[in-house]
């Protein structure tokens, strides 16, 4: 049997995470960075760091294209549209047949504002913003591409990713970044990196040519709620004043502005995840446990919503 063969396009934080995981299990990895420091880094965890700009194809990418299993695009859409497929597109086409899986990173943001409807997968997409448009359109053309040449594309729609190192509301408070955002009736999922990893994981197992999932915790929450757990957590209070709205970025007003409940069921039913951290309060309890290195912490009351 071949060793299986990971490769990520965009080697951030979740692609770091797949790839540590996918070593331990005996797997050969190589992906992409933009900086010699950061490939330097990767190559002392046993990752194949190769440069990859988004500018011009890499040669050596495509020789590292011909050894793989398994692919996972994580870099986000640029305004000439996916890079991977722009630059890499006719290599992958020509490795048709020989990749058994592909995953494509998105956004749950193509669905646009859903009021207080349960998004599940069947719901039609509808971005609201140029960036959300070129991610539907990146995700169509995976498709394509994977139903073009028998090769099982699958698309993983996210919300905002929280992790242990340096990504999650204990992270803003401690560094001092935190921003209260109060904003009735808004609410909206996360996933932790660690359940992210695990559902990939399982899709890699177990193939299904064109499927979407929206990889999501159980619980929408509104910003505010999470930050005041957090806070209460590690013993700080959070910023005494919400934050004004006029001083958000265009981004963070845009998203602040819609609501969004997402429906996991598929990735339960279909992969049968079990999440570790069905909701913020059991991912930043564990994130706030290896932080203070107290061991287990009382979980703190919460308001009645
Ligand atoms: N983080 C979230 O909350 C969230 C939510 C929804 C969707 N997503 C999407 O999910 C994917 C993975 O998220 P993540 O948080 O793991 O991402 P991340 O840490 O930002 O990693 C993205 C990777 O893509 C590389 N990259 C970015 N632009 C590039 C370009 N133009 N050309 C070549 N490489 C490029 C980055 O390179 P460097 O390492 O050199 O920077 C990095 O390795 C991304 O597409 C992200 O937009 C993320």
Same mark, same amino acid.
């Given at each position: 049997?071949?060793?299986?063969?990971?490769?990520?396009?965009?080697?951030?934080?979740?692609?770091?995470?797949?790839?540590?995981?996918?070593?331990?299990?005996?797997?050969?990895?190589?992906?992409?960075?933009?900086?010699?420091?950061?490939?330097?880094?990767?190559?002392?965890?046993?990752?194949?760091?190769?440069?990859?700009?988004?500018?011009?194809?890499?040669?050596?990418?495509?020789?590292?294209?011909?050894?793989?299993?398994?692919?996972?695009?994580?870099?986000?859409?640029?305004?000439?549209?996916?890079?991977?497929?722009?630059?890499?597109?006719?290599?992958?086409?020509?490795?048709?047949?020989?990749?058994?899986?592909?995953?494509?990173?998105?956004?749950?943001?193509?669905?646009?504002?859903?009021?207080?409807?349960?998004?599940?997968?069947?719901?039609?997409?509808?971005?609201?913003? !140029? #960036?959300? *448009?070129? &991610?539907?359109?990146?995700?169509?053309?995976? /498709?394509?591409?994977? %139903?073009?040449?028998? $090769?099982?594309?699958?698309?993983?729609?996210?919300?905002?990713?929280?992790?242990?190192?340096?990504?999650?509301?204990?992270?803003?408070?401690?560094?001092?970044?935190?921003?209260?955002?109060?904003?009735?009736?808004?609410?909206?999922?996360?996933?932790?990196?660690?359940?992210?990893?695990?559902?990939?994981?399982?899709?890699?197992?177990?193939?299904?040519?064109?499927?979407?999932?929206?990889?999501?915790?159980?619980?929408?929450?509104?910003?505010?709620?999470?930050?005041?757990?957090?806070?209460?957590?590690?013993?700080?209070?959070?910023?005494?004043?919400?934050?004004?709205?006029?001083?958000?970025?265009?981004?963070?007003?845009?998203?602040?502005?819609?609501?969004?409940?997402?429906?996991?069921?598929?990735?339960?039913?279909? !992969? #049968?995840? *079990?999440? &570790?951290?069905?909701?913020?309060?059991?991912? /930043?309890?564990?994130? %706030?446990?290896?932080? $203070?290195?107290?061991?287990?912490?009382?979980?703190?009351?919460?308001?009645?919503?």
């Amino acid at each position: 049997m071949t060793t299986p063969s990971l490769f990520c396009f965009g080697l951030g934080y979740t692609g770091v995470r797949l790839a540590r995981t996918a070593i331990t299990r005996g797997w050969r990895v190589a992906g992409t960075c933009r900086s010699a420091e950061k490939a330097r880094a990767l190559r002392m965890l046993g990752i194949r760091a190769i440069p990859f700009d988004g500018e011009r194809a890499s040669p050596e990418v495509k020789d590292a294209l011909a050894w793989a299993t398994h692919l996972l695009d994580a870099i986000p859409p640029g305004e000439d549209g996916d890079p991977v497929l722009r630059l890499h597109g006719n290599h992958l086409e020509a490795l048709a047949g020989s990749l058994k899986w592909v995953g494509y990173l998105s956004t749950t943001g193509v669905y646009g504002d859903c009021g207080d409807d349960w998004i599940d997968e069947t719901r039609t997409p509808s971005p609201a913003t !140029l #960036e959300n *448009q070129r &991610r539907l359109d990146a995700e169509s053309a995976w /498709l394509d591409l994977g %139903a073009r040449t028998a $090769t099982p594309a699958h698309i993983f729609r996210l919300p905002g990713i929280y992790e242990p190192e340096g990504r999650s509301a204990i992270d803003s408070l401690e560094s001092g970044r935190a921003r209260r955002i109060v904003k009735p009736g808004q609410v909206f999922n996360r996933i932790h990196v660690d359940d992210l990893v695990a559902v990939l994981l399982a899709s890699l197992e177990r193939p299904r040519a064109g499927r979407i999932y929206n990889v999501a915790d159980d619980e929408p929450a509104p910003a505010d709620k999470v930050l005041s757990y957090a806070a209460a957590l590690i013993g700080v209070d959070p910023p005494p004043e919400p934050f004004a709205e006029a001083e958000l970025s265009p981004f963070a007003r845009h998203f602040y502005a819609k609501c969004k409940r997402l429906s996991n069921d598929r990735i339960k039913r279909d !992969l #049968e995840i *079990q999440l &570790r951290y069905p909701t913020y309060r059991e991912g /930043l309890r564990a994130i %706030a446990e290896a932080c $203070t290195g107290t061991g287990t912490l009382p979980a703190p009351v919460e308001p009645q919503t």
